[in-house]
């Protein structure tokens, strides 16, 4: 069977999608986010970032929305936060069951 696009996030594509859920951002303002919600335990590098971003734009997850000399914003598709609604479930399954096998 043929692996779905995008079927399970890595970890810095998980960050970048939850960054886009409220709002608009251009590269550094996900960085930023990034940096700020994992208190620095994730950090990304730019070509990590615009790999991603480029990759979700291809995947239409996102869109940009304006540019402004060498800033490009981009926001969420419904596609984008469908996918996002997906991994949170399928995180929160994971912890489910890695806490289920835990022994007092």
Known sequence: MAKKAL???TESMYYVLMAFQKQEMCG???V????NKTRR??????????TI???FEE??????TAVEGRKRT????LK?????????????KCVMDGESEVTP
Do not use: H, N, W
Not at 32 to 35: A, D, G, K, N, R
Not at 41 to 50: A, C, D, I, S, W
């Open 74 to 77: 981009y926001q969420v598709t």
């Open 28 to 30: 550094t303002d996900v």
């Open 59 to 64: 995947e239409e997850i996102i869109e940009e």
């Open 80 to 92: 984008g936060k469908r996918l996002f609604q997906e991994e949170l479930y399928r995180l929160k």
């Open 7 to 9: 079927d399970g996030l």
């Open 41 to 50: 335990r994730v950090v990304m590098g730019p070509g990590t970032l615009y």
């Open 53 to 55: 971003l480029a990759r």
């Open 32 to 35: 930023e986010f990034i940096e």
